[in-house]
């Protein structure tokens, strides 16, 4: 008898063990993270950063995890003008800032699914972050397709579990890769190879479907150009879904 229950007790821990497994899982399957660095070429704690990203993108090939390179312009009037900077990715993380109440911006940062923000340069943060995002499921469903035209990418949305007037619908282009000679600045005569380059970012209220339109660069391709969708509540609050498109 007490072998009889030594093994019912072992069976059962078993279909605990693989039950709690398989629920972990499904969860990470249905999930998504957002990972936004906030960097210049003109910064010299970046290039750390920058590695890390690189390193997320590889670590996480397999996974929905969406890293983006947002490079911003505050650091131009410093000798280098970022070759990707724009004006609307500093004022991005300048409402970022405000949201966390904090009284100023930096380079690099990272903000994960736009909720937690951090050093960029710290990967065990990153990796944890990343970790435990992954283990949220996502209650709302996004579809799209991309449309190639002349000069310009057309892109097709559909939501749907979503109180619409709360959020909106993101795309945004990123260029895999690029390296960049430095002439001035603090990372003068390197050459840094970035990863996951935001190229353009469009934003519109959230409805039930739509479509959004992003500037096409001459040199676009399918290799070395990704398209992304992402969900966000209003006035930057928490990512709620994202997504990386294929051309229909």
């Not at 059962?12 to 660095?37: H, K, P, R």
């Not at 994960?112 to 709302?140: H, M, Q, W, Y």
């Not at 390197?190 to 970012?201: N, W």
Request: aromatic letters at 10%; proline letters at 3%; charged letters at 25%.
């Amino acid at each position: 008898m007490k072998q009889k229950l030594i093994l019912f007790i072992g069976i059962l821990s078993l279909s605990i063990f693989i039950y709690a497994f398989s629920s972990n899982d499904e969860v990470t399957n249905d999930s998504f993270v957002i990972v936004e660095l906030y960097t210049s070429q003109g910064c010299s704690s970046c290039p750390r950063a920058d590695r890390v990203l690189e390193q997320i993108a590889e670590e996480y090939k397999n996974k929905n995890v969406i890293p983006l390179g947002y490079h911003v312009d505050y650091w131009d009037r410093l000798g280098w003008k970022d070759t990707f900077s724009k004006q609307e990715f500093s004022l991005r993380q300048y409402a970022y800032s405000q949201r966390f109440g904090n009284s100023t911006v930096y380079t690099p940062q990272m903000i994960v699914n736009g909720v937690s923000e951090f050093n960029g340069g710290d990967k065990s943060k990153a990796f944890s972050a990343i970790n435990r995002n992954l283990k949220t499921k996502v209650p709302i469903k996004l579809n799209g397709t991309i449309k190639e035209r002349p000069n310009k990418l057309s892109i097709d949305y559909m939501l749907s579990n979503i109180v619409f007037d709360r959020y909106t619908v993101n795309a945004v282009l990123v260029k895999n890769k690029e390296k960049v000679s430095i002439k001035k600045g603090e990372n003068s005569n390197k050459e840094i190879v970035y990863h996951s380059i935001v190229i353009d970012l469009k934003t519109i209220n959230a409805s039930q479907n739509g479509t959004v339109i992003l500037k096409k660069p001459k040199d676009y391709n399918n290799e070395n150009y990704t398209v992304v969708l992402f969900i966000q509540e209003n006035n930057f609050g928490p990512i709620s879904s994202a997504t990386k498109l294929g051309h229909s």
